[in-house]
């Protein structure tokens, strides 16, 4: 078995960019920063910032043409992929990129002073709702853990 899950939540860098193509799906793409704070050896607090790379398709990219803006604080889960391509000299280029499946906005950009956007509160997600009579849809009942 393995498994391949990222979890994110950040800001964005830039406005994301969104593609569309002739059979009518979207991409959308953007940067993400995530940041982490630690005390070094001398005990200075350090910050440390991670540039990442989203991939949204289909209704996630829609709702980042509509939602989604540059400074916008986002929880995203998905998974990585690699790329490869040539570039226009022939040699072999690889990226690595997180292709968002779920995606849930926290927020809008720090200190705004602007209205908070009309977008949906719900986490968001690239995957069918599961039905009521699915395998795997449990009531709140199963779910009582004794810890």
């Not at 630690?38 to 829609?62: C, F, P």
């Given at each position: 078995m393995s498994v391949n899950k990222v979890i994110l939540i950040g800001r964005l860098g830039v406005d994301p960019e969104i593609k569309s193509f002739e059979s009518g799906a979207k991409v959308a793409t953007f940067?993400?920063?995530?940041?982490?704070?630690?005390?070094?050896?001398?005990?200075?607090?350090?910050?440390?910032?991670?540039?990442?790379?989203?991939?949204?398709?289909?209704?996630?990219?829609?709702?980042?043409?509509?939602?989604?803006?540059?400074?916008?604080?986002?929880?995203?889960?998905?998974?990585?992929?690699?790329?490869?391509?040539?570039?226009k000299d022939g040699n072999k280029r690889y990226t690595t990129e997180i292709e968002g499946l779920n995606m849930n906005m926290l927020g809008g950009k720090k200190d705004s002073n602007e209205n908070p956007s009309q977008a949906p509160a719900a986490p968001i997600n690239d995957k069918p709702e599961k039905t009521n009579d699915s395998p795997n849809n449990s009531s709140a009942e199963d779910d009582d853990l004794p810890f």
């Open positions: 940067r993400m920063a995530t940041t982490e704070f630690y005390k070094n050896k001398e005990g200075q607090r350090v910050e440390h910032t991670e540039w990442h790379s989203i991939v949204m398709w289909r209704n996630l990219a829609d709702i980042c043409e509509k939602y989604v803006r540059k400074g916008d604080q986002l929880y995203v889960e998905g998974r990585i992929r690699t790329r490869q391509w040539e570039d």
